[in-house]
């Protein structure tokens, strides 16, 4: 003689089953594409190269593709704090160019490759927060702030270098960008150490948290307190 008790399980699994979507359901669900569509897509074109060309996905090409994609990756996870925030970065370019100009020019000014690497980190974060500044303190549009910058960096840039192009001689780059430990490069193992850590400062920090929040409702996120002004300075400077 069953009770009510003996069939609780079984009606809890039935009713997990039943609101479980199926396949075609998932796939005709709008929220569904608009969270994987780009990922789908990239998969799909990666099976018709694979297919039109078979070389396309040989260990070589995948690694040399991996390789290149690192360095996208790693730019791409700065300007992520910023969408998060719900504004955009149009100097990221710029800020790059900077960076490696005067990376080039004082390391060939013999004060090392480690001084001059600094120094171009700063000098792009530099750009990134006085980006942040301009916005807050301005009330001015993300869109136009970021695209004057990336007009008068680049003039920079150019001033800097004189108009040629600016070298790195460094045996310690040379070696970061085209070493490899295991079948990754290291540009590709920097990539996804770099992810990890953004991911954890998104998803399991204060800072996080405020990011998401400002992002999503400024105005309800000033009335809790949260420096809003104060965490998209601090996202466009992580973007630089």
């Known amino acids: 003689m069953s009770t009510p008790a003996d069939n609780a399980p079984a009606a809890h699994s039935a009713g997990a089953e039943e609101s479980r979507p199926s396949l075609a359901a998932l796939l005709l669900d709008p929220s569904f594409w608009a969270d994987w ?23 070589a ?18 300007q992520t704090f910023v969408i998060a925030t719900s504004g955009i970065d149009l100097s990221l370019a710029a800020a790059v160019m900077l960076g490696a100009i005067i990376l080039g020019l004082v390391n060939a000014a013999g004060y090392g490759i480690f001084i ?5 980190v700063l000098a792009t974060s530099a750009v990134g927060f006085l980006n942040g500044l301009i916005i807050t303190a301005g ?10 910058t990336l007009s008068g960096i680049t003039g920079l840039g150019l001033i800097l270098s004189g108009g040629e192009p600016t ?15 295991g079948p990754f490069g290291y540009p590709v193992w920097v990539a996804i150490a770099a992810v990890i850590v953004a991911h954890i400062a998104l998803y ?10 400002t992002g999503g409702q400024t105005e309800s996120a000033g009335a809790l ?4 002004n104060r965490v998209k300075i601090a996202a466009y400077t992580v973007s630089g």
């Open 37 to 59: 569509a780009s990922v789908v897509g990239l998969v799909g074109l990666v099976i018709v190269f694979g297919i039109a060309q078979p070389v396309f996905l040989s260990v």
């Open 61 to 78: 090409n995948l690694q040399a593709l991996l390789l290149a994609a690192a360095i996208l990756v790693v730019l791409s996870i700065g």
């Open 116 to 120: 001059a690497c600094v120094l171009a």
């Open 139 to 148: 009330k001015i549009p993300d869109f136009v702030v970021t695209l004057g």
């Open 167 to 181: 070298m790195v001689g460094s045996t310690f780059l040379l070696r970061l960008a085209s070493g490899s430990l």
């Open 204 to 213: 399991h920090t204060r800072f996080g948290v405020h990011l998401l929040a």
């Open 225 to 228: 307190g949260i420096r809003t």
